[in-house]
T-cell receptor, first 116, second 113 residues
C-alpha cells in the first residue's frame, strides 16, 4: 500500500528557532500534499495545500511567512516553522494525493512539535 | 463552509457492547466520507471509506453508513473490545474543488474490560 513518511516524528526546539518537518511519499508521486495541525484533544485543521512547483495555498488565519511550505519535488513537501513560539506546539500531519490516483489520500504518521 | 460534528464527544462502555458513533455534516455535496481511528499521540488509521454514491461499507466488526441527503453517517462497532479504545474521527471530502478533508472533532471511546 501507499506509504507517507514524516521526519522527524518528534522534535523539541527552543522559542525563537526554526524547525523543518519533511513529508515524503515513499512509493508514489504526489502533485498535491496537505498540511494539517492538531492541538491536544482537538481535531485536525487544514493549514495549507502544498502544490508541486507552485506556491502553497494557505487557509485563513495561517501565516504564510511563519509556516513556510516548499514542495520542490513530486515526493517531498517540507513545512518550516519559523521563529517558533510555545503556542506553535502541536501535532503536525501531512497527507498526499497520488498523481495517478486522485481519488485517494494517504496520511503521514505525524510530527509532534514541542517549543520550550 | 463545511462543518462536521461528532456525537458523543466521549463514550465509555463495557466490553462486548455494540455501539454507534454519529457524524453529521452541513454540506451534502461531498465526494466521500471516511472514518479514522487515532490512538493517543499517534497518526491516523483509515477504517472505512464510503463514496457519495454508496450507502454503507463493512469491515470486520465495523459498519459505516452514509445518508448524504440528510448529512449523516454512523459508525457501528459490534462486540466492542478494550483494543477498540481510541479516538474515532470522521472526515468528508468535498464534491468539487480542493480535495482536503474536513474533520469532525472526534469521539473518544473507552471500552472497559
Amino acid at each position: 500500500g501507499a506509504v507517507v513518511s514524516q521526519h522527524p516524528s518528534r522534535v523539541i526546539c527552543k522559542s525563537g528557532t526554526s524547525v523543518k518537518i519533511e513529508c515524503r511519499s515513499l512509493d508514489f508521486q504526489a502533485t498535491t500534499m496537505f498540511w494539517y495541525r492538531q492541538f491536544p484533544k482537538k481535531s485536525l485543521m487544514l493549514m495549507a495545500t502544498s502544490n508541486e512547483g507552485s506556491k502553497a495555498t494557505y487557509e485563513q488565519g495561517v501565516e504564510k511567512d511563519k509556516f513556510l511550505i516548499n514542495h520542490a519535488s513530486l515526493t517531498l513537501s517540507t513545512l518550516t516553522v519559523t521563529s517558533a513560539h510555545p503556542e506553535d506546539s502541536s501535532f503536525y500531519i501531512c497527507s498526499a494525493i497520488p498523481t495517478d490516483l486522485p481519488y485517494e489520500q494517504y496520511f503521514g504518521p505525524g510530527t509532534r512539535l514541542t517549543v520550550t | 463552509k463545511q462543518e462536521v460534528t461528532q456525537i458523543p464527544a466521549a463514550l465509555s462502555v463495557p466490553e462486548g457492547e455494540n455501539l454507534v458513533l454519529n457524524c453529521s455534516f452541513t454540506d451534502s455535496a461531498i465526494y466521500n466520507l471516511q472514518w479514522f481511528r487515532q490512538d493517543p499521540g499517534k497518526g491516523l488509521t483509515s477504517l472505512l471509506l464510503i463514496q457519495s454514491s454508496q450507502r454503507e461499507q463493512t469491515s470486520g466488526r465495523l459498519n459505516a453508513s452514509l445518508d448524504k441527503s440528510s448529512g449523516r453517517s454512523t459508525l457501528y462497532i459490534a462486540a466492542s473490545q478494550p483494543g477498540d479504545s481510541a479516538t474515532y474521527l470522521c472526515a468528508v471530502r468535498p464534491g468539487t474543488g480542493r480535495r482536503a478533508l474536513t474533520f469532525g472533532s472526534g469521539t473518544r471511546l473507552q471500552v472497559q474490560p
